[in-house]
């Protein structure tokens, strides 16, 4: 089986640590990993503020980079939701509509496709979940608070395998964080509010390490926490599944 | 073209193809008694409710809760001595000093605390909302689980003017502070009247 | 122009009332979260639900000419109005053939929407709103920031003063339910002396032809049953088939509402009291194009329940009257752009697409998947800026090209190595209150470069 690593473009300019522990933990988990060299962006930025149109190269150049591979596996949840609803082509849809089956995103991969029961990690630190909208709502990764249903985590289910790792809970689960893509400038004031709200939830609970399966939030919190002077961390879920002393 | 062809024209012209209407077969757990929902439900609305043998008794209770000098009107079953009989004759304006009204509904629904009232049932339309205090007599039998089984009681019965009375009436405009008692009555007290 | 962004900037210049707002409508979205756990078919009530308007939306016009002939049956007068002015024009007529100079009116949206009151003030008749909420914000010259609470902006120090201008309450007096008392007595005035009281409708029944208004206070009920002409509007899309289908609705609307079980009061109008008049105006004003519109026809299955606004995270610290439009929220969002895309083309980009409106309509419209078509079909049609498209275009150009991603990537992290002032200033929106993420000497792929393929 040979698992494509889809790495979001912020994550490769910005994160790199985020993509390198992923293909490092996918790795110890023994898949075999492709990073088709290739790759850029998604194209959601362009088709969430409307422009989906200008987002067809990008299909196409995503499409050119993973056709073929059994598993598309990417660190973020937010792009994983863009492919899977959005993904056409309008020379070969077969292809595309494989694509968007077979992508996952890195923690429900990790459950669904890998099903592991333990990993080799240990992280000493008390943590927190962020979780990302398109990542809760869009792929379902966890139970969703305002419907009357079940509770389960994926990522959480992850985290506590991890040894030493003390999870805390927040007072409001999943509220969003406010980075919305382009909405974290077009509306200023209010994303910012909202990612205040949301660090100090985290705060509150004297978390150590917020964490989360979504970059482009926690890059938002960040901007945030780091603005506040605050010492809590950020730190992209691969980063801790993959941590060991 | 009037606007009513206008508009049904266009409505017809743009509404999808038809689609079969859904059953409703909700399944509902009846893992309560339902007098004792009903009354638990009531207090958490702001009404208060009991059980009671009689009329007598609850003209008791009703003696010691209200001045004797105090306008009360009841609709049903006549409390004389105690409670004016609704009459046609009276102008609904000239309710706004009632200080108590008694009306009997047909039945209550344990989910919300609800109660299904007539307009052959209230005298005037305006009597259960203009009153400062209302009572309402339910026969104790006469409970159902939910909303769903109050419209099969309700079924294709006629009437004019019909409502679903839950609590006092209330408002929480004032930063979501409760506050029974806004436009109707201040309180709700229900009765289920065990069958003689 | 107004727009969502700037005013919401300015409601966020007070930040302890921001906190305050948020925290009172969260408190609201915690009490339907309570209520729906009563209820452990919920879910399976909003599919039902939903399913039920599908049936209603598939089947409108036949339903509206059922209900019209029912409620005509049943001795009702029933008007047409197919856009706001001529809505506004038919109640003006019904209430200056009875020489009627003032009346009451209890909460209807629909009105807000058709801009009735100041018509009506205009044309030299006085109108009271009898909801608490409508006539604090009526007294304060204000539209209604929330469909269900329409003062949920107001503090009740602010509300306390507003009352003893308007009403005389003692200065001071803050206590919600003194001044809830000191309302009720100034609007039963009101009531005792109106003609005519408007109501909104929140169900029609097809085969019955009797309509179902809730409230909470009893003023649609002490305004309607004390008059002598009593006017209901509704949008065309409040129509259900049967009186069982209300079963369903009831359990949902103020569950999801306010978390209440149900409302005070869910009055089922079928025929007029003796010697009384009963008119209804049934309005399309666009819903017919919204009904064409394929996206976009589920937004008429709305119940007008406010659930998304209050678990809506922008609506919670933007404020109602930051969507400068009747209905705001989530729902007024995908609502408004039929109505007229240029005024609202900023409403469907006022949203992070989190998707908390979808999961708890009770109706289990796609809201924020309307929000996101809407904007694809703003831009379609050019309401957006010049500086968004040229924007666009370039960032497009640089991501789907990947000489020119990488270029633009090593550019970037070298500004914010080596120029950081470059990324660092006011100009940049992202940094006004964010600071930027480290800058890494390389990135993932050249990192891969190095240590995989070049290792092997």
Not at chain 1, 10 to 21: H, K, L, M, R, S
Not at chain 3, 158 to 166: A, M, P, S, V, Y
Request: with cysteine; charged share 25%.
């Amino acid at each position: 089986m040979i698992a494509g690593l889809f790495v979001p473009c912020y994550i490769d300019q910005f994160y790199p640590e985020v993509a390198i522990n992923t293909l490092q933990l996918l790795e110890k988990l023994g898949c075999q990993v492709k990073f088709p060299m290739n790759q850029t962006c998604c194209g959601q930025p362009m088709a969430n503020s409307g422009f989906a149109h200008l987002a067809k190269k990008c299909d196409d150049l995503f499409i050119e980079n993973f056709a073929g591979l059994d598993y598309i596996v990417c660190p973020s949840g937010s792009c994983t939701l863009h492919i899977k609803e959005h993904l056409h082509s309008k020379t070969d849809e077969a292809t595309a509509t494989n694509l968007r089956k077979v992508v996952y995103e890195l923690t429900e991969f990790l459950t669904d496709v890998l099903k592991i029961g333990h990993l080799p990690a240990e992280f000493n630190h008390k943590v927190s979940l962020h979780q990302s909208c398109h990542g809760l709502r869009g792929l379902m990764l966890s139970q969703m608070s305002e419907l009357m249903a079940s509770p389960f985590s994926k990522p959480t289910q992850l985290l506590k395998m991890v040894k030493g790792i003390e999870l805390v809970d927040l007072d409001r689960p999943d509220e969003c964080c406010g980075f919305g893509g382009t909405f974290c400038v077009t509306e200023e004031a209010v994303s910012v509010k909202m990612g205040k709200d949301r660090v100090m939830d985290h705060l509150h609970h004297h978390t150590e390490v917020i964490t989360g399966v979504d970059m482009s939030c926690l890059m938002h919190m960040e901007g945030i926490l780091k603005r506040m002077k605050s010492p809590v961390k950020v730190k992209h879920i691969a980063e801790i599944l993959n941590h060991q002393y | 073209m009037s606007s009513r062809d206008k508009i049904l024209s266009a409505v017809k012209s743009n509404q999808p193809s038809r689609v079969p209407i859904a059953e409703i077969n909700i399944t509902v757990a009846d893992d309560e008694d339902l007098k004792s929902k009903y009354l638990r439900i009531l207090e958490s609305i702001g009404g208060k409710g009991q059980i009671v043998d009689s009329c007598d008794e609850i003209q008791k209770i009703l003696s010691a809760d209200f001045d004797p000098s105090s306008r009360k009107i009841a609709v049903g079953r006549s409390w004389p001595g105690f409670a004016e009989s609704f009459s046609a004759a009276i102008d609904p304006h000239q309710l706004e000093n009632v200080e108590v009204a008694i009306i009997e509904a047909h039945f209550a629904v344990a989910e919300n605390a609800a109660v299904w009232v007539t307009e052959d049932r209230m005298g005037f339309r305006a009597l259960p909302f203009i009153c400062q205090h209302l009572v309402v007599i339910i026969p104790e039998q006469h409970i159902v689980a939910t909303m769903h089984d109050a419209y099969q009681f309700i079924g294709h019965r006629e009437y004019n003017f019909a409502t679903f009375i839950a609590g006092p009436s209330k408002t929480a405009d004032i930063e979501q502070s409760l506050v029974l008692g806004a436009h109707g009555p201040i309180s709700m007290r229900a009765f289920l009247l065990r069958q003689e | 122009m107004v727009n969502h962004a700037d005013l919401s900037e300015k409601f966020n210049v007070d930040e302890p009332r921001v906190n305050w707002h948020d925290e009172t409508l969260w408190w609201v979205r915690q009490k339907r979260d309570r209520a729906a756990k009563q209820i452990p078919e919920w879910e399976e009530l909003r599919s039902v639900a939903s399913s039920i308007k599908d049936n209603v939306l598939s089947n409108l016009s036949e339903y509206l000419a059922e209900f019209e002939k029912n409620a005509k049956q049943n001795g009702v007068h029933v008007h047409w109005a197919a856009d706001a002015d001529e809505h506004n024009q038919i109640v003006l007529e019904i209430i200056q053939s009875h020489g009627i100079k003032s009346i009451v009116k209890s909460k209807s949206m629909l009105t807000e929407e058709c801009h009735l009151n100041p018509f009506l003030i205009k044309n030299n008749i006085e109108v009271v709103d009898t909801d608490l909420g409508e006539r604090i914000v009526q007294l304060a010259e204000e539209p209604p920031s929330h469909i269900v609470l329409p003062c949920i902006h107001w503090k009740k120090e602010e509300i306390g003063d507003l009352f003893h201008k308007h009403l005389g309450t003692p200065a001071g007096n803050a206590d919600p339910i003194f001044l809830t008392r000191a309302a009720r007595a100034h609007l039963r005035k009101y009531f005792l002396s109106a003609k005519l009281a408007m109501t909104g409708v929140n169900f029609a029944i097809a085969s019955t032809g009797e309509f179902v208004v809730c409230t909470n206070e009893g003023n649609a009920d002490m305004g309607a049953h004390l008059a002598d002409v009593h006017i209901a509007c509704m949008g065309l899309e409040k129509i259900i088939p049967e009186r069982k289908h209300l079963g369903v609705f009831l359990r949902l609307l103020a569950r999801s509402a306010t978390g209440q079980p149900i409302t005070s009061y869910s009055s089922h109008f079928r025929k007029p009291a003796e010697g009384q008049e009963m008119h209804i105006v049934i309005v399309d004003n666009g819903r017919s194009r919204q009904l064409g519109r394929l996206d976009f026809r589920n937004s008429l299955k709305c119940i007008r329940c406010a659930a998304c606004f209050n678990t809506c995270p922008v609506y919670r610290r933007s404020g109602g009257h930051s969507y400068h439009t009747a209905i705001a929220g989530p729902i007024g969002s995908i609502l408004a752009p039929n109505l007229d895309m240029r005024n609202y083309a900023d409403l469907p980009f006022a949203s992070t697409l989190c998707g908390s409106c979808s999961n708890v309509c009770p109706v289990k419209i796609d809201i924020h998947q309307q929000l996101y078509k809407w904007r694809q079909v703003l831009v379609e049609e050019g309401y957006v800026t010049k500086e968004k498209s040229v924007a666009m275009k370039t960032m497009s150009s640089v991501l789907s090209n990947p000489s020119k991603y990488r270029l633009a990537g090593r550019l970037g992290r070298w500004i914010l190595r080596n120029a950081p002032f470059l990324a660092k200033n006011r100009w940049n929106l992202w940094f006004k209150h964010r600071e930027m993420p480290e800058a890494p000497k390389n990135s993932f792929r050249e990192w891969y470069l190095e240590n995989k393929v070049n290792k092997k």
